[in-house]
């Protein structure tokens, strides 16, 4: 497996950009000497200005200031005591991300299943952000985190094949303010 992580040009773009085509590369998480991989299948987008369900509306704070970071960084936070990974988009000092919501596991699948805390997949081995962080044991040591290194956590180019699927954009889950906007982008099947 190709092990080159996107570089920074990547992430210093639109995040509504970033979020969409995040879509159909692949989350790699290192632990010892074991590969984690999956397929990001399902995003959404925190924008810098006028989104009142961003963690950055409101200004910087100690708990969110690696989403004022340069671009290419993790922005790891904790909800109800299990953690969600974003990663840093647009440009430094600008407080935007795009939330990892959901990836379709490919490599190391058995030890996703075993930090779940699972018996068999199920299909929910990583749909959903903290199951995701659970799976492939992402925590807030991975606040600040470069994803431009590849070192321990990083995000590659996969598959970009748009003839077998197409990404849609629906109203982002979970956030009681701005929910109308259309900031999630989901990887479905064609067909």
């Known amino acids: 497996m190709d092990i080159a992580p996107l570089p920074i040009g990547f992430y210093a773009r639109s995040t509504i950009d970033v979020a969409r085509e995040l879509i159909g590369c692949h989350l790699v998480r290192r632990v010892g000497g074991r590969l984690l991989v999956g397929l990001i299948v399902e995003t959404e987008a925190y924008l810098p200005r006028g989104d009142s369900a961003s963690h950055g509306y409101r200004g910087r704070t100690n708990s969110n200031a690696s989403m004022f970071g340069r671009p290419g960084l993790s922005y790891v936070y904790p909800i109800h005591a299990k953690w969600c990974f974003n990663v840093v988009t647009d440009r430094e000092g600008v407080p935007a991300a795009v939330l990892i919501r959901g990836i379709e596991p490919s490599l190391g699948i058995a030890a996703m299943i075993r930090n779940r805390g699972l018996t068999t997949a199920g299909g929910v081995i990583a749909s959903g952000p903290a199951r995701l962080c659970q799976a492939l044991l992402i925590d807030r ?23 077998s699927f197409r990404t849609i954009r629906t109203p982002r889950i979970g956030v009681t303010s701005a929910q109308h906007r259309r900031l999630r982008f989901v990887r479905v099947a064609n067909g």
């Open 141 to 163: 040591s991975f606040d600040g985190w470069d994803l431009t290194v590849g070192r321990r956590l990083w995000i590659q180019s996969g598959d970009k094949d748009r003839g």
